[in-house]
Structure formats: C-alpha cells, structure tokens
C-alpha cells in the first residue's frame, strides 16, 4: 500500500521536473542557424574546393602527380624563345603554356595532397563548399585563361618551331655528313 | 443560440418559410464551429505544435515560409489537395472511403455541445456532457473501420490499440464527470459555465461558486478531478505519452498509415479538432467555460454586445492553453507501454477517480 | 410536414435500411458497421420522442460499448471474411408460425393502444424524472441489475483468467 501511493507520488513528480525542464529549455535560443543565410565559420585549414591561380601556374605538373585519385588533368605547351610569358608571385620563371587545367571536382577527395608540392603556391583549397550542379560535367572545373584559339596558336607555333627545328637539323645533317648519307643511299 | 434566432428571423423574413428558415440557420449555425474555430484553430496549432517543439528541443522550426514560418501549415494544406487519392487495390474500398468522414464527424459531433459564449451554443442539450461521451463512440468506430479496410497489419494493430485505449479511458473520465454532475446537480454544459461565473474563485477547480465549508473541502478532490480528467482526455485524443495507436516508431503511425491526401487530412483535422475539443471540456467542467476570471470589459465600458465575444475568446485562449499543455507534455514525456498504459488506467486512475467520487458525495451531503 | 418530421423519416429510413442490410449482407464485417448506423437510427428515432437520456444511453452502451466489442471480436478472429455465412431456409412451418404470431402481437398492440396523436406540449428534459424513479420506484431491480452485471464481470474475469 506504501509503494501504490508512493508510486503515485513519484509519477507525479516526475513528470513535473520534466516539465520543468522542457519549459526552460523553451527560452534557451536556438542552436540551429538558418543556414543559407547564415553560415558557421569555417574552421583554419578548413579543405573545400580547389582552385588554381593561373598567373602562378609554371605547368609542372606535380599536383597531378601527387592526386592519388587523378582527378587533375594537365596539358602543356612549350613556349617558342622569345615569349615572354611572365614571371609567378615568388619569381619563378614560366617556361610552358599550360593549355589545359582541368579539376574534377566530383572525383577530388579533398586530401589536400596535391596542395603541398606545388612549387609557387598556385593551387589551394577555398573555403566555397557548396557547388552542388545537376550534371556530372559541370563538376569538371577548367582553370585555363588562354582562349581555344590561342591555345591553338600556341600548338601551332610550337609544331612550327619543331618543324623548324626539325628542317635544321636535317639541314645540318645533309651539311655536316653528306657523304655518309649518299653511302648510306647507296 | 442568439445567432440561431438571428438567422433564422433573417431566412423567414426573405423566403417566409419556417421550414427553409430552419434548415438553413441550422446548416449555417452548425457550420460555425467549423469555419471559425475548427479550421483556424488546426492550421494555427499545427504550426504551434512544430513551433513549440522545435523550441523545446533548441531548435527553431519552420522559419522560411512566411515569417516565422506561419504560412507553414497553409502550404501544407495546399499540398495535401493537390495529392494523390491512392486507395490500394487491396483495401475495402467503401468503409476506406467512409473512415476518414465518421472519424471527422464522431469529433466534430463534440462541437454541437461546447459552449462557446452565452450566445452561441451548436445546441443547448440538457445532456451536454453525456453527449459527447456519447459521440466519441462513433470516433472509435471510425477508426476501427479505417484500421481494418486498410488491410494492414499495422493499421490494425493501431486501430485495435486505439479502440482498447479510448474504451479504457473512458471509464475514468465518466467518472470524473459524475463528481462534477453529483455537485452542480446538471449535465448541462451551459448552465455549469454559468454556475462559475464572476471570478475564478468561483470555478469549479476552487470548489465552485459560493462561500461555504464544502467549498474549501471540495479543493483537493477538485485537483485530484482535474488531474484524472487531464490525463484520461489526454489519453483519448492518443496524444503522448499516450499515443503508442500512432507510435511512428513502431506503428508508422498506426491507423492512418495508408492514407493519402484529404483523406489524410480529414484525419489530421479530426485529430486537432478532438484536442481542442477535450481541451475545452476540461475547461468547461474545471475552469468556468467562457467566463472569464477577471470580469468583463463590456461591463465596464457599458457595452453589452461586447460580452459573448468577450467570452468566446476566453473559451478559445483556455481551449488553446489547454492545448498549449498538451503540447508540452508530449515533448516532455516518452512513451508508454501497454501494459504501463493499462495498469495506468485500471490500477491508478480508476480507483483514485472512484474513491475521489465517493469522498465529494459524502461532502457534498455534508 | 415540419422539419422534425423530415429528420423522423430520414432516421427511420437508415434504421430501416441499415438493419435489413445487417441481416442480408454476406460480409460479416460490413454487417457489423452496418449494426452502427442502426443504432444510430434508432438513436435519433428515441431523440424525437423526447427520451434524451435514453438516446444517449443507447449510443454510450451501443455505439460505444457492444459494437465495438462485435468488431473486436470479428477482428481478432482469423480468416473471419472466408467464412461462408449459412443462410439458407430450413424450418419454414414453425418458423412462419412463430412470425405470424409475433406479427398478430403486434398489430394488436398497434391497434388498442391509444396513441397521443398530436402532442403539443414542449419535450422536457427526461433525465431528472428517471433518475428518481431508478432510486425510489425501482430501485430494488435497479440494484438487482446492478449485481446480475457484477456478477457478470467476475465470472468472465474468473473464466479468462483459467
């Protein structure tokens, strides 16, 4: 009989000190934040998406290298003597066109591995995290600041310097050992 | 009732028709409930529920639509009517189609009985209070017919739990009741809001109007009542901690799982609608109706039009606190099992409310 | 015809059509949510003769109590929709005689009785007036019920807890 009324007397308040939890948790202010527009701050060193400084790049292509999952593509060029191309940041001299830099996102792991060997600190993690597309392909980021058709006219001016090069060294050969040549004809 | 007279002198006047003059005040007068308080009152409270727990659990809520997100529960409705009607090929379609009407209908019958202000009443039963024991009824009986042409095991698993609960509970309110009826001598729901007029010193939870020695000696077992009713009511509408016919956890929300659309909707109504509904017969039998407890301000400007609106919203804002407590017991509580919800019932509940009766019958003869 | 007459027919009707649907229909399920909106006919049939307390009664222990109680069971049992419901004829003579006879009881008791044919005066409330004859008139049988249900409820308890 003790413990009925005791019973009673335990669930009453009970549920009263919770009541009285519940209604002062009623006037705490609320964690959660409206997300869109407000946003938590990123913490230090916080890895998102990747981008490239295009004005530092030198082509190395040691990002690339170090992807364990190769979600960096690089094409390069190499400029005809007498292009300027400019110096990077840290005064490094450019020697290459990079014609092609692209960044699939949608692969990145956000390892940060490719960040650590880049030579001019050209390529590094922005604190952007939302870039959600609906197609596969707008998650591949192209960096290149050359036009197609400069692009174009760099291959070709670089194919043509080859050919040049090409011409004077068969040139070269037919003048330094022509009569090894005609032995060889023969 | 003035509003009845009203519309009907207003009809017999243009068609001189007593028979039109009826019919149409009382299509009209028995709509009222529901467009002015019924689905106000669920698009509100849905959105204060969201509200309250969200605040409850340190979180905000809905905030985008509108400010605060008070258009919530609009677009909500507006998405449930343009829903698809799915009735599963398996169900029964004619009781699946008739459920959702009889479970609205069984709580909407509750309204024709609750005094909202002096001059309004759906209609001024003698036998208020049993009248609307007696209409829950038909809300069990819906949902039984929904838990079974469903031709789900959940649903009826719900159904079941729901009807076991609601009979249950039943016995302990009726019980509750008697006390008031053995006390104020009416099932009448008018004449007991009148009975506590004036102040709130003279409601029924401080032993009702007058100044006598049973009016002190009624106050504990008054709290005891109030206590009983409250949580028996609570358990009626399925509300947590008594919702395990809903459980979403176990159950997918019990009887209601296959249900798309209005038909859904029609449940969600009659589900807030009843939680008003006990609301304001807890208000009605504990806390003066539509009186108010500081007296009115159309007496002391003069005005006595001013009363019965005066009224209804003290009947509204007690209704609507009462829901408010609902509300906060459900994020305050778990659970319960059936067999605590049972023993809950028939050990505690039942024997408090009986020996409660007896008590305040041996005051009452006093 | 007044407003009270047509809601007369319209209860009479669904109490009429409900119940002949309780006795035909093959499904034992919708003959039990059938048997609900004869109770609630006849409900609002005792709502117009004026025994309010009656009607409600009737909807608490019917609607609420016995109904739901059928749909319990019919729930709980298994298989309850495959089940062939036997209704075929057998028995006709006896049977004819004993309708016939509860149907000559009847109109009997149609014809003698003298019906108030217009009653004017107001309906007042019922449940006062019942209340005290349950306590004074009647109140031996009023207890003796009450144990015939006591004794009831023990002996179901008793047996279910076999």
Known sequence: MKEYFQNIWYGLTTVLIGMRVTFKHLFVPAVTIQYPDVKLKLPERERNRLYVNMDDCIGCDQCARACPVDCIAIETVKSIPGEDLGKTSNGKKKALWVTKFDIDIAKCCFCQLCVFPCPTECIYMTDVFEFSEFERDKLVYNFVTLTQSEIEDKKANYAKLEAEKAAQKAANATSVKPAEKEENKQ | MIIYDFLYKFVFNITQSAAIGDITAMIISGALPLLILVLPFTLVAVWLERKVSAHMQDRLGPMRTGSHGWLQTVADLIKLLQKEDIVASDNDRPLFNLAPILVFAGSYLVFAALPFSSAYIGSNIDLGIIFIIAASGFVVAGILMAGWSSNNKYSLLGAMRSAAQIISYEIPTIL??????????????????????????????????????????????????????????????????????????????????????????????????????????????????????????????????????????????????????????????????????????????????????????????? | MSIYDIIFYLFATITLVSAFFVVTIRNIVYSAFFLLFTFFGVAGIYVILGADFVAMVQLIVYVGGILILILFGVMLTNKITNVQIKSGTSQVIPAAIGVGLFAGILTAALINTPWRKIDTSPLLPTTQGLGLMLISEYGVVFELLGILLLIALIGAASLARK
């Open chain 2, 176 to 366: 509750v009741i008697l006390t008031i009826i053995m006390i104020t001598g009416t099932t009448n729901l008018r004449t007991l809001s009148e009975m506590q007029t004036g102040h709130f010193w003279n409601w029924m939870i401080f032993g009702g109007a007058g100044l006598s020695l049973s009016k002190f000696l009624f106050i504990p077992f008054m709290l005891i009542g109030f206590v009983i009713l409250y949580i028996s009511t609570l358990a009626e509408v399925n509300r947590t901690p008594f919702d395990i016919p809903e459980a979403e956890s176990e159950l997918v929300s019990g009887y209601h799982t296959e249900y798309s659309g209005m038909k859904f909707a029609m449940f969600f109504l009659a589900e807030y609608a009843n939680m008003f509904a006990v609301s304001a017969i807890v208000s009605a039998i504990f806390f003066g109706g539509y009186q108010s407890p500081i007296g009115y301000l159309g007496n002391t400007l003069g005005l006595p039009w001013m009363i019965p609106i005066e009224q209804f919203l003290w009947f509204a804002s007690k209704g609507v606190f009462f829901v408010l407590v609902q509300m906060w017991l459900r994020w305050t509580l778990p659970r319960l099992r059936v067999d605590q919800l049972m023993a809950l019932c028939w050990k505690y509940l039942i024997p408090i409310a009986f020996v409660n009766l007896i008590i305040v019958g041996l005051i009452t003869v006093l």
